[in-house]
């Protein structure tokens, strides 16, 4: 796509997560799995992400989201911790999604949707976009 683009952020935010003891990089999307993966390559991250689940996996958001914690409790051996496991969306698909499977959200108005347009899903925390590292980072305890 000429439009492709990382959004602000982004990378310096992943390279600060990989340093941390812990944490564990999914990706959920509604894009098929091949697509996503090669959007990840082209924006040069794609070795953070350890599994996801995708749009060629079912088309509804939220089986989506049953389907990465299913994989995510296999590369853990262990049920993830849905207390400290965080949904980082940019619709409104993404935050009802998480929110039916108890996840902890971060709603970001960088996509098609206002943080007037996401504030009424009662997101855990809604941001402009990940530009500011340290804040995201404190919203992660």
Known sequence: SP???????????IKELQKRDGIVLAIVTGNFEETAWL??????????FCFGAFGSDAEDRGRIVEIALERAARFLNAPPRLNHTYMIGDTTQD???????GLKTIAVSTGPY??????????????PDLSDKERFLKLLG
């Open 3 to 13: 439009r492709f683009r990382l959004m602000p952020g982004i990378p310096d935010l």
């Open 114 to 127: 206002s943080e007037e347009d996401l504030s009424p899903l009662k997101p855990d925390h809604i941001l």
């Open 95 to 101: 935050i009802e999604a998480a929110k039916r499977h």
């Open 39 to 48: 959007k990840l390559e082209r924006g040069g991250i794609r070795t953070p």
